[in-house]
């Protein structure tokens, strides 16, 4: 089966599933992830709010390989619009990193949305206290396309590992957390908003700890990666015994810039012009500010910039 009918059968229940059906070619498609993760539902979110406070337009939620593909079916025209984050849809417009194959893109952004951390997680009473002893384990390190994989290898190098120094499994978040409650692998990793659906169903079966980084850790990643920032998961959140100290990043709604320009400037006000009622749908709508668009990364899109006055 191709990616385009997957795509096309995916938007097809996801449009029922938000009480859309996919009956028109001009329905715009958003790129998400993988289910249990936090970009999915976001998704939803965001497609409720076009269907009903954008004139003429409508959208539905597709499942993908998450913040590392997304880009590429955007640039390619399989989806309309995607969630990514800042670091990667740099890489994406420069054609360098996991976009060297596809070369450079001429992406644009809608708006900010919530920040992804990078969950480094295993159960508690396990000997993992350290990045260091992560070497010749079993880890979940998310699906293949996902932006887990290349966080991962920047965090593995803070200790001079690589990926070939674990064992990894590429699943979506919902079964690598699954896996981890079932003893199947010995950690998970899944970079994504808080709380995310695949830790939390985890955590009702086994009670679990974040793998922690060191203050040297923090400092040396957020000056090797200016994107990133430090997080701090209050300890109520997944009921660990303890705050987690991790990693994130700012999460955006990407682009062609091709977009009509009333397309991109419905789409804007549909979601950020509602804020309330996205809180409302979704807790991670908390996390956004809608003043931090003009300090993304990419440049915005004239419609997107039109709604926020630039």
């Given amino acids: 089966m191709s990616l385009k009918t997957v795509i096309a059968t995916t938007a097809l229940f996801a449009g029922l599933a938000v ?3 996919a009956t028109n070619a001009a329905e715009l498609r958003i790129g998400t992830a993988s289910q249990g993760g936090a970009f999915y539902p976001v998704g939803q979110a ?15 939620p597709i499942v993908t390989g998450g913040s590392v593909e997304n880009p590429r079916l955007v640039n390619s025209g399989e989806v ?4 990514t984050n800042n670091n990667l849809s740099v890489l994406a417009n420069k054609g360098v990193g996991p976009y060297k194959k596809a070369g450079a893109m001429d992406l644009r952004a809608i708006g900010p ?11 508690d009473g ?9 070497k010749g384990k079993r880890v979940a390190v998310g699906p293949a396309g996902g ?4 966080f991962l290898g920047q965090v593995l190098a803070l200790e001079g590992l690589t990926i070939d120094d674990i064992t990894p499994s590429f699943l979506s978040y919902g079964d690598g957390f699954s896996q981890l409650a079932d003893g199947n692998v010995d950690a998970a990793f899944a970079l994504s908003g808080y709380p995310a659906g695949a830790v939390m169903q985890a955590r009702a079966n086994k009670k679990l700890k974040f793998i ?9 990643a957020l000056d090797k990666h200016k994107n990133y920032n430090k997080v701090t998961v209050p300890a109520d959140t997944y009921g660990t015994d303890s705050d987690g100290i991790v990693l994130g990043v700012n999460n955006m709604l990407i682009v062609k810039a091709d977009m009509d320009d009333e397309t991109a400037f419905q789409i804007a006000q549909a979601i950020y012009g509602n804020m ?4 409302a749908e979704n807790a991670l709508a908390n996390q956004i500010d809608p003043t931090t668009a003009t300090r993304l990364k990419i440049p915005l899109h004239p419609g997107a910039a039109r709604y926020f006055g630039q």
């Fill in 212 to 220: 922690p980084l060191s203050d040297d850790q923090v400092t040396t």
């Fill in 126 to 134: 396990s000997s993992i206290n350290s990045i260091a002893d992560l």
């Fill in 276 to 279: 309330d009622e996205f809180r």
């Fill in 80 to 83: 309309d619009i995607g969630i």
């Fill in 46 to 60: 965001i497609s409720s709010l076009v269907n009903k406070h954008a004139d003429g337009t409508t959208m539905v």
């Fill in 147 to 150: 932006g887990t994989i290349p």
């Fill in 19 to 21: 009480g859309v059906v």
């Fill in 113 to 123: 949305l919530h920040y992804s951390i990078l969950h480094m997680m295993t159960l």
